[in-house]
């Protein structure tokens, strides 16, 4: 019987049997001495026959250890699983993907990591490209004259190296690349001819030690004097926080920074938890759309500082209209290398008057150096405009959340995705590993190989994983959570399930209503329902325990109570809660009435 792996951190779901072939005999086993020397702990994948090369060298050749394999089912959760692991750590993996098709199935996700900027080392795998060396029919389907064409537009880097040799420096090359602020995927296809050739003699491979990723850059001293100085003299300067560093050291510096110039923070639920959002300068909740309140600060800003906005114009927009904001706008951010023509992820131009193409991280803590010491009172802030909602009988995310603290207590947890609507009032972000953020993209479906990613990269770290999840996102996505299973990975994934591609069906609401025509049809072509899937059958299938339909409290606090024991004693778990559809309609209507959306 296997050790449980909550006891034993040797454990290895697949340890490999007989002798290691440590020689670097074959093409393939360069680039899995490449993945070792860069200190890759992972690599994502699902098989497939165009690597079959390099699959045999991380078997044989390092005996599925630095890196160790972590088998997906689906190419867009290996993906997803590497996407999950970088938010929680900071840190790229590397992923494997079949062929083209592969490719394809990933693409979502790889997407999903470019608009999130997140670093990840995908590799991908041809038939061969000489003609001659194709077996009939499949090599000739699965091979592609520029397969990095596929997904150019968005990944920051890609090669397809014609030998072991090459293939040593694009490695190394694209390693330094996806780790470069801005970061994002890189992609290297190894051809299937050198994979399975011998190794040329005498190859020696790159000292990653002699291609370290370079310090970020920071703000022109001249600039930064003038920033501070237009900081400092504005009367009600407000700081957007976008993506940074998840340190407790970073935060420190930009809570200081908002302290030093007495400045409301407003941050955003896409780039996670970037400051306190119980904090006394902290604007109402972290906000998707611009929620009233953060709406009132804006209106009385007089400077905005922008660190690292994710869209800064965007914001803008819904604070000023077509008039515009008249004070002086301050924007830290890299992005700008990544802007590309075909996404239009670089969002609408927003005015700046004094920009840094740099660090915003290093931005602030420039700034705090620039300013000097003192600090002023905490800003006067609007009351929240979160209400309790009348009772209905049914459960709601603010009956999950208590009954999710009411069993976790105090105790440290990392959300990695939290469903539409979730009450951050209850469960505010204190910690930088508090709340992961968005997927980037909005590719729906990402949530539960997120959940693993992070799942992987927070093991035995003491932090309790739970992700709050749509069920048509669980539902595209179920299958993700057999790996956290296999690996014996502790998580608590928590289905809002309204039995509804809902948020769909707000949209529908919305154009019926402009067009004079039947609310009370949005529903149609939108319910999960008649039947409604078993989410919880499906996720023990996967192996997970689970428990659902949830649909009373009592049923709601016996389910939580098997969950989070499930998940201390190191396995993972999923609860169906069904939520009351109808309320969150009307939640979300108000809430985008007041917004003006």
Known sequence: MAKDASTDDAWKAEPVE????????????????????????????TPGASYRGLHDSLVNHLGNERPEIVL????????????????ATGRALAVVLHSNVGLLHGSMAMFNAWADRVPMLVLGATGPTDAAERR????????????????????????????????????????????????APVYVNLDASWQEAPAPEGLTLPDPARHAVPAVVRPDPARLTEAARALDAARRPVILFGRGARTAG??????????????????????????????????GQPFNKLSPEARTVLAEADAI???????????????FGAEGFAGTVIHASEEAHL??????????????????????????????????????????????????????????????ARALKAEIGDAPVTFPALSRGWPTDLWPHREPLDFLGKDGGGGIG???????????????????VVATLGDGD??????????????????????????????????????????????????????????????????????????????????????????????????PFLIDVWIDARQGREQAVARNTKSGV
């Open 18 to 45: 007989g002798p290691v072939d440590g020689e670097m005999a074959w093409g393939s086993d360069m680039a899995a001495q490449m993945l070792r020397r860069l200190d890759i702990p992972y690599v994502a994948l």
């Open 72 to 87: 997906c089912l689906h190419e867009e959760h290996a993906v997803a699983v590497a996407h999950g692991y970088a938010k």
């Open 136 to 183: 009939p029919w499949i090599d000739w389907l699965h091979t592609t004259q520029d397969q990095g064409a596929l997904v150019r537009s968005f990944t920051k880097w890609d090669d397809q190296p014609g030998s072991a040799a090459a293939a040593a420096t694009a490695l190394m090359r694209a390693w330094k690349i996806t780790n470069t602020a801005p970061r």
């Open 250 to 283: 970073v935060m420190a510096t930009r809570v200081a920074l908002a302290e030093r110039l007495g400045a409301p923070m407003l941050s955003d639920l896409k780039a996670g938890a970037m400051v306190p959002s119980d904090h006394p300068n902290h604007v």
């Open 305 to 319: 500082l922008s660190l690292g906005a994710v869209d800064l114009g965007g914001v803008l927009k819904q604070g």
């Open 339 to 400: 802007h590309r023509g075909l996404g239009q992820e670089h969002y609408d131009l927003a005015p700046i008057d004094i920009e840094f193409l740099a660090d915003p991280d290093a931005t602030a803590e420039d700034l705090v150096e620039a300013l000097g010491d003192g600090a002023r009172p905490a800003p006067a802030l609007p009351a929240s405009s979160t209400t309790e909602p009348p009772a209905s009988g049914t459960l709601t995310q603010r009956d999950i």
């Open 446 to 464: 990402s949530g539960p190989g997120l959940t693993v990613g992070a799942a992987l990269a927070l093991k035995g770290s003491g932090r309790l």
């Open 474 to 571: 669980t539902l595209m996505g179920i299958n993700a959570f057999w790996t956290a299973a296999k690996y014996r990975l502790p998580l608590l994934a928590i289905i809002a399930n309204n039995r509804s591609y809902f948020n769909d069906e707000l949209h529908q609401e919305s154009v019926a209503r402009r067009r004079g025509r039947v609310e009370a049809n949005a529903w149609v072509g939108q319910k999960l329902d008649d039947p409604a899937p078993d989410i919880a059958g499906l996720a023990r299938a996967q192996g997970l325990g689970g428990v659902g339909p949830v649909r009373t409290q009592a049923e709601l606090q016996a389910a939580m109570a098997e969950g989070v024991a499930a998940v201390r004693k190191g396995r």
